[in-house]
């Protein structure tokens, strides 16, 4: 019962009560959890981690995220997208429009689950309460137009694709489709979990060792190896043959330290 469901989340209801559709589905007890909120008027990819997946949700809410946004120009919405107060201002933005990519700086909207003194962003907005969140920054690999008001956005974690159609001018999302979360397509959903080791395999580095080393690591301690994978990367997931091990960090002297580990 450890991997990933790729769901195809329609419009309407929240991640929170994907999830739940799927845990009274599961074996009693079973954990459940997702990579990636997507609001509920959007539909489109939601990672749904099942048993010991969901100690991995770092590592999958970190990739990339791609989407499709729809625009409608000449008016505003308090929230970005049509759950909002909508307003008419008639000001279509002057064609050829800019979009944005790289490094940019954001303020997340208002009406965000962001987390302000232990209330969400979204809950103050609604009760009035000024909602002053900070800027950071995001990476925009991508953005093309696909039509009219269709475009094509493939962007880091922590994006907020509303806030990049409402930059555009007078305009607000109208709908949003997430196609993609780094390597899972939504062309792929359906009712099958992708196994543990295999999702992870797609999104880190993989280390293959023994039985010994792998108990040993399993276990919580350090191991050494022969070489460890080029390009420096801070997490790589540890398998023996038995399967999926842990997440450890490479450090010196070819050290393989553990971070999270699947078994037990």
């Known amino acids: 019962m450890d991997g990933v469901l790729l769901v195809d989340k329609p419009a309407g209801p929240t991640s929170h009560d994907v999830v739940a559709q799927v845990r009274r589905a599961l074996p009693r007890g079973t954990r459940a959890g997702h990579a990636g909120t997507l609001d509920p008027f959007a539909t489109g990819l939601l990672l749904v981690l099942v048993g010991r997946a969901t100690r991995a949700q770092r590592w999958l809410m970190a990739q990339d995220k791609e989407y499709v946004a729809r625009a409608r120009f000449g008016w505003l919405s308090s929230t970005g997208d049509p759950e909002g107060e909508l307003v008419e201002t008639g000001r279509i933005p002057a064609e050829p429009l800019r979009l944005p990519t790289g490094v940019l700086r954001q303020r997340p909207p208002a009406y965000s689950a962001i987390k302000l003194g232990g209330r969400r962003a979204y809950a103050l907005a609604r009760a009035g309460e000024e909602v002053d969140l900070p800027e950071r920054e995001v990476v925009v690999h991508r953005f093309e137009r696909l039509g009219a008001d269709e475009f094509l956005i493939r962007c880091s974690s922590g ?50 060792v023994g039985a010994d080393a792998g108990r040993r690591i399993g276990h919580g301690q350090r191991v050494s190896i022969a070489a460890l994978p080029a390009g420096g990367e801070e997490h790589v997931l540890v398998r023996d043959p038995a399967g999926p091990v842990c997440v450890a960090h490479p450090q010196e002297g070819g050290v393989l330290k553990p971070v999270v580990g699947f078994r037990g």
């Open 159 to 208: 994006t907020y694709v509303r806030s990049l159609i409402a930059d555009l001018g007078d305009a607000y999302c109208t709908a949003l489709r997430r196609t993609a979360i780094g390597p899972f397509r939504v062309e792929e959903a359906g009712d099958e979990p992708i196994a543990l080791g295999e999702a992870l395999a797609r999104v880190l580095p993989v280390v293959d």
